[in-house]
């Protein structure tokens, strides 16, 4: 089986391939466009189809759209109800369902030569319950499923027996966690949909003095669901309005929602693993790329083993509904060997683009070293190396890279790349070196959990450490990215430092860095030390001397 799977309606337009029982391919519309997220979550922006994340997963396999057995479309518009019924206020929802309903024909224009009758709707919580249970490392798992919203409802909880997943129960709307964090979002400032983990970050300066307040609006039922009635913010705080300096207020009502997401989502834990007595629990949909809630859930909670799809949001929903008609054709197609299913290039390619953008470079003996060398001198580094990742994380393929020991890092990499103040950045560290400085879930090779980080590492490596003594880490296996392990030891023989700062390559309002222009480009444009692209190295030094090749 060939499957297509494609997400689309909401935000965060995706593909992903799946074929012969094997995960191919898998990436986002923004990282082809260049718009982040790809589209505002607005039903009258829902025409935006992956069109050229779509062509390019069938290219990368050598196919055509002929060649496909099934599309599968994760959102199915005959479980819709219109908005109101629902206890929503969206006038235009009733065009998002249209389009949905329609997405067949809109598919088969996009992608020449595709029979519209191959497309399968696939519901938006199945397609998320499918990115987890059947991607994760375990046959069989409990599977968590929290977003905004689907067709009409915002929860999913059930288990995989092998490919087969069986729902418990469902969270209907108008309650959602994830529409709860969004108004929350929009109150503060940012940008609903998309700047969540900054109100995540925020809440680590405040103190839940609001919690009470929050728990008489948003709170467990004690059966497997919850209620999130509609929050009077501004009775809290006053709203802040764009570019506005942040409050201890604003902290504060962070720091009260988040705890009482943690406190519902335990809550969710507990009845699901009393009903499945799981030892793994598998998440997905947007609300599980909420680390912090994450780790709560990993340490307090009952499941032995905790597996989060690093794609949670809804782009993981185009990998989540193929393998879901894989699954239910007979061709199961996990476990997620890791996130590195987007665009990749030949060395040869790599040195075409270098020539063509007429930038001197070199090739060094070994790249991680060269790399390794560059950050113990405190230079600043633009990863970017094989397949691109799938997810809102940088895991070691588009990555800016520093060393960890210097605290004034964090504010450097925060102005490189124009974000606010009180972001931190993450650490990257050798699996096998995670556990004498990290405490927390172990391995997280996907940046998905918070760690608590030693008092006697926290002043050896403070650009990591947030202001309440957490880093949300990577941890690195030398079989699984053995060119980063290699940077990774070189840093530290000449360090003693096994860690070493890595942030996404990108600079704000920006998808992450995809392909060599977007680097080269991301290169000239903010002031890094060293681009290590491929096994070249360009040197800012050398790129833009006033007699160089590029001057």
């Not at 718009?35 to 829902?46: D, E, L, Y």
């Not at 099934?70 to 929503?88: E, H, I, K």
């Amino acid at each position: 089986m060939r499957i297509l799977g494609i997400n689309a309606l909401f935000h965060d337009p995706a593909a992903a391939l799946v074929a012969g029982g094997r995960i191919v391919s898998a990436t986002e519309e923004e990282r082809f466009s260049r718009r982040k997220h790809g589209k505002r979550p607005v039903p009258f922006a829902a025409w935006e189809l992956p069109e050229r994340a779509a062509r390019w997963c069938l290219a990368d396999a050598g196919l055509r759209a002929s060649d496909l057995d099934a599309v599968a479309y994760s959102f199915d518009p005959a479980l819709g109800r219109p908005a109101d019924t629902m206890g929503l206020t969206d006038p235009w929802d009733g065009l998002r369902r249209t389009y949905a309903a329609e997405a067949p024909s809109f598919l088969a224009e996009a992608l020449p030569g595709l029979d519209p009758e191959r497309v399968r709707f696939v519901p938006h919580h199945v397609a998320h319950a499918a990115s987890a249970g059947l991607a994760a490392p375990h046959r069989d798992s409990a599977v968590l499923v929290l977003d905004g919203r689907g067709e009409c409802a915002s929860h999913l909880a059930g288990r995989y027996t092998g490919s087969e997943l069986e729902v418990l129960t469902t969270q209907e709307l108008p309650h959602s966690l994830g529409l709860v964090y969004e108004e929350l979002t929009a109150h503060l400032g940012f940008l609903r949909s998309s700047d969540e983990y900054k109100v995540m970050a925020l809440a680590a300066y405040g103190k839940p003095r609001f919690l009470p307040q929050l728990r008489e609006y948003v709170h467990a039922t004690g059966d497997g669901g919850f209620r999130a009635h509609a929050v009077p913010w501004a009775e809290m705080t006053a709203p802040r309005t764009v570019g506005e300096d942040w409050s201890q207020d604003h902290a504060d009502l962070a720091a009260s929602t988040q705890a009482c997401l943690e406190e519902v989502l335990l809550d969710l834990a507990l009845w699901l693993h009393g009903r499945t007595r799981a030892t793994a629990l598998a998440m997905a949909g947007g609300v599980a790329l909420n680390c912090v809630a994450n780790s709560r859930i990993a340490i307090e909670g009952p499941f032995r083993h905790v597996w989060v799809q690093p794609a949670a949001g809804d782009a993981g929903t185009a990998l989540g509904a193929a393998l879901h008609l894989g699954a239910r054709a007979g061709e199961p197609a996990g476990p997620m060997q890791g996130a590195d299913l987007g665009r990749g290039w030949s060395d040869d390619e790599l040195r075409s683009w270098l020539e063509r953008a007429a930038v001197p470079y070199e090739r060094p003996p070994d790249i991680a070293a060269a790399v390794a060398g560059e950050l113990a001198r405190n230079g600043i580094v633009a990863w970017f190396q094989g397949r691109s990742e799938y997810g809102p994380r940088a895991l070691g393929h588009r990555s800016l890279l520093a060393h960890p020991g210097y605290a004034g890092n964090l504010e450097r990499l925060n102005a490189v790349k124009g974000r606010e103040e009180f972001r931190p950045v993450a650490p990257m560290v050798a699996a096998d070196r995670a556990a004498d400085i990290f405490q927390g879930p172990l391995p997280s090779p996907y940046m998905l959990f918070v760690h608590g980080v030693a008092r006697s590492w926290r002043d050896r490596i403070p650009a990591v450490v947030h202001v309440d003594g957490t880093a949300r880490i990577q941890t690195v296996e030398t079989a699984r990215e053995p060119l980063v392990a290699r940077m990774l030891a070189e840093f530290e023989k000449l360090t003693g430092l096994p860690v070493v700062v890595n942030t996404s390559l990108n600079t704000a309002g920006r998808p992450m860095v995809d392909d060599p222009r977007d680097a080269l480009e991301c290169f000239g444009s903010a002031p890094v030390d060293l681009l290590a692209i491929g096994p070249y190295a360009v040197r800012r030094s050398h790129a833009y001397d006033r007699g160089s090749a590029a001057a």
